[in-house]
């Protein structure tokens, strides 16, 4: 059975480190031995099966700076990853026929000094996801940007996450128009999505309410989140006094991320402003179960970020039965059906306003969606088709 070695930046939480675990977590469940190596890996800050051995990790160069006095980060960021694949490929003593790297492409080189196949997954082009302010800023990316594209295009294959990714990455990297990723959508196990939820907390959800709404995003400007106030509030406008309506902010939240705090206090105003402060919750950090309970006991799940590169949050809301309504961009356009598991509407309060009514006017909506939705996961996007796709990925590398 072929072994495979997943190279990553940094083991630490986030949507990225997610997507390679579940990766290697799907290889392993066919048979492939798998092993991490990584430049950092802290385990007060990691996820479960990276520290209870379900996946071994090997930690190298964490030595090596992170940034020079706060700058050069992305510089930092590549020569420890070009130096954990020096380790990986002359040093060390782990055998692999395959390596999955991510996130940073200039290891590659070095990988190709090995003899093993390289598989490099794109979570979207580094280079569109920083900004270029100052003059300086942009003679330090130039070099950097260059050594992207072309190390980019030196691994054996390149898988994206979304078809949206695969047309960004055509359009960003246009030295690469022979190579055409692979799509292979991050599918996470919903097996604990199954795990019964608890029953309704009524300091979330308040008793006697017809409606309710649910936004699931981390407090980050870029999603988009004071759409969801906005449409709400629109919609609370138009509807007779004694319909109970009520909208719940979820978000992921860092007390360390300055963003996260400041964005918060700003959608709070943005509530009081529009006057339904009293029917909003804003809900920071929650638990797995928490997460169930709401997507269990929501009505419908607003998802408000442009242009989303993939976006986890509405598949698990459509596997667990909430159908979506999200703005009509980005990743969003390959899970969500309109009208028939959700609704894809402009980035307008209005727009958004429309298709929430529509819940509120017919209360079998949820139910014929949410069973739609259901539907269309276990058809498009279970755990079950990601792993057999990886799975051949890998053989056909090999072969
Ligand atoms: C993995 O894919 C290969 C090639 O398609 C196939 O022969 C093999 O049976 C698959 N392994 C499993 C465990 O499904
Ligand atoms: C969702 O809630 C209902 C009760 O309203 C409960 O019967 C069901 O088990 C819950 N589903 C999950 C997956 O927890």
Redesign the pocket.
Known sequence: MPEVVFLHPDLGIGGAERAVIDAALALKSKGHSVHFVTAHHDKSHCFQETKDGTLTVTSVGDWLPRHIFGHAHALCAYIRMIYAAIFLVFFSSLKFDVVFCDQISACIPVLRWSRAKILFYCHFPDMLLTARHTFLKKIYRAPIDWLEEKTTGMADCILVNSQFTAKIFKETFRSLHDVSPTVLYPIPDFSS?????DP?DVDLIPTGTSTVFLSINRYERKKNLGLAISAFAKLKKQLPVSKKIHLIMAGGYDDRVLENKEHYLELNRLAQQLDVKESVTFLRSFTDSQK??LL??STCLLYTPDREHFGIVPIEAMY?KCPVIAVKSGGPLETVVDGDTGYLCEQEPDSFAEAMKKFVDDVSLKDRLGKAGRKRVEEKFSFNAFTKQLNETVHNLLR
Request: proline residues 9%; charged residues 10%.
């Open positions: 999505f199954n795990l019964p939820s309704i169930r309970m269990n006991h667990m």
